[in-house]
């Protein structure tokens, strides 16, 4: 048996901002139904490193491979490139000026070309499974944040995407709030999600992850089973980081 | 309730009514001394019967009236060409690629043309130069032409205020909709647009009050609105109270976009304080 393709591999990706060099050489590969989770110091790549996944932003050097496919070769289109991919942001992002519903109906309507009425039944369907059933005609403005972030969950579940990329979902919440939105997402984990997700939450980590990778300086310093990353690390790196962590508790 | 609260809403209410009762005696006086000051001016009997003479004013009433009916119908089918004309500059200079830069480089253009030219004069060069063009089909009513030139200029004003609109949209809303699959046209249209609209309410309407007035400009083709209604009259009466009258009618006309804009902006901050 040949090894399956894997649904994400990154290749030496190298991105700066201006002068400042922000991933210094990437790699990773994500196979199917796994989660990968990334920790590290704000400022340490995670964010960049999913927003150049999901084509946010222009990368500098290396090669992002989409079941196989460079998706990031300038000549393919990179409108449809993020369709296969879903994305949750920190500050949530949702479309101010439509309904939880219309945000979720969104892009089946528009994107992959399901009928309203298809759109909206199955955008129910997700507002459902996210515990909001009954806001499915609320503005965000009228949600809690946890609520806005659940949305924005089914917001990019909705066309069924490859992929999902969480950018540190719950760092914007209330403490109190942060539980609702990680417990959804380790739903999610079990049954089959591949997901790429940057967090501080160390316990979540340790609880759903079949990778950890922990950035440093724009690179990928030790990754491994979240039992060996977050209980032994081999890196001094690591272990300063992961103390500053759990040093106070 | 206790007493000390009691206390506070009986002091707290006392203080109000002191606060409405200088406020009245204030406008009273004010208003006082400024008619005393005008009336006891020494040209005041004379000025008081070229400009503010009634019964002129009463019989100039129905032609202004007339007038003004032209200005409004002007007014409504200029607003609405605008709009459209106006936020579809703003969406060519949103373009982007190399295909659309001839577009994009005539809709700057247009902009920077238009809000530079003062409105009287593209009035003329319009009302006066299109027609002598002498070419067939093209319009020599000057409604029309009037109209023309207040799309002309006001299209180029109110291009600008979408602009300023689409680009307060801050880059996360267009972060969402790329990472969803949208393409530009798509994001402009379902995320961008909407929420731009909403906010430059405040500032559109701010630029239709100002645009109602200038529909009186249109007089100076020959149109018969309610500004050359004022000037036919006053040609006839050898009096200034029907210019007086023309321009009450236009103040009341903008008050009520004055408080719609008000009510608009105020929705807007509210809205937004929300977000």
């Known amino acids: 048996m040949s090894t399956p393709v894997p649904v994400l591999s990154v290749r030496g990706l190298t991105k700066a901002y201006h002068d400042r060099p922000v991933l210094q050489g990437v790699d990773l590969d994500v196979a199917e139904h796994q989660v990968v989770v990334l920790i590290g110091a704000s400022g340490s790549g995670k964010s960049t490193l999913l927003r150049c996944v999901d084509l ?37 992002n949702l479309f101010p000026h439509m309904t939880a519903l219309a945000n979720v109906a969104l892009a089946p309507r528009v994107v992959h070309g399901s009928s309203r009425r298809d759109a909206e039944d199955r955008g129910r369907e997700l507002l459902d499974r996210v515990g909001l059933s009954s806001h499915a005609g609320a503005y965000p403005d009228k949600l809690s944040g946890g609520q806005q972030q659940r949305v924005a969950i089914a917001r990019a579940l909705a066309y069924e995407p490859r992929l999902l990329l969480l950018d540190e979902i719950t760092s914007a919440l209330d403490p109190e709030l942060v539980g609702e939105v990680l417990t959804l997402v380790g739903e999610l984990a079990s049954t089959g999600r591949t997901i790429v997700m940057a967090t501080h939450e160390m316990a979540f980590a340790r609880e759903v992850a079949d990778t950890v990778c922990f950035l440093d300086g724009g690179r990928i310093v030790e990754s491994g089973s979240a039992a060996d990353v977050l209980t032994n690390p081999r890196e001094d790196r690591t272990r300063q980081f992961l103390q500053r962590f759990t040093g106070g508790r | ?72 119908r002007v007014l409504v089918v200029c607003q609405v060409l605008i709009l459209i004309f106006g936020l579809g500059l703003a969406a060519v200079r949103t373009l982007r690629g190399p295909v659309w830069f001839p577009l994009r480089a005539l ?68 972060a969402a909709a790329k990472s969803l699959g949208l393409n530009h ?91």
């Open chain 1, 56 to 92: 946010l932003e222009d990368i500098d050097d290396g090669q992002i491979l989409l079941d196989g496919r460079d998706i990031s070769d300038p000549r393919i289109d990179a409108d449809e490139a993020r369709q296969a991919m879903g994305m949750v942001f920190q500050s949530f």
């Open chain 2, 1 to 72: 309730m206790t007493t000390a609260a009691l206390d506070r809403v009986a002091y707290r209410q006392s203080r109000a009514r002191r606060s409405t009762l200088i406020a009245l005696v204030s406008t009273v006086v004010f208003a006082a001394v400024l008619l005393l000051a005008v009336t006891s001016s020494p040209g005041w009997p004379r000025v008081r019967e070229s400009f503010f003479n009634l019964r002129i004013g009463w019989e100039s009433l129905p032609a202004l009236l007339e007038g003004l009916w032209l200005n409004v």
């Open chain 2, 107 to 174: 809709a700057t253009g247009y902009v920077d043309l238009f809000r530079g030219l003062p409105l009287l004069i593209c009035l003329y060069l319009v009302g006066f130069g299109l027609p002598g063009l002498r070419l067939s089909g093209l319009p020599n009513n000057p409604v029309l032409l009037g109209g023309l030139a207040l799309v002309l200029i006001y299209s180029a004003y109110v291009a600008e205020v979408f602009r300023a609109g689409i680009e307060s949209v801050h880059p996360s809303q267009l």
């Open chain 2, 185 to 275: 046209r798509r994001t402009m249209q379902l995320v961008v647009l909407p929420q731009a609209t909403r906010r430059v309410t405040p500032a559109l309407l701010n630029d239709f009050v100002a645009l109602q007035k200038d529909c009186g400009l249109i007089s100076v083709l020959g149109a018969v609105d309610a500004v050359r209604a004022a000037q036919i009259s006053a040609a006839t009466t050898y009096n200034f109270t029907p210019y007086v009258v023309a321009g009450l009618l236009f103040v009341a006309l903008a008050i009520p976009s004055a408080r719609l804009a008000d009510w608009a902006a105020k929705r807007v901050a509210t809205r937004q304080g929300a977000l």
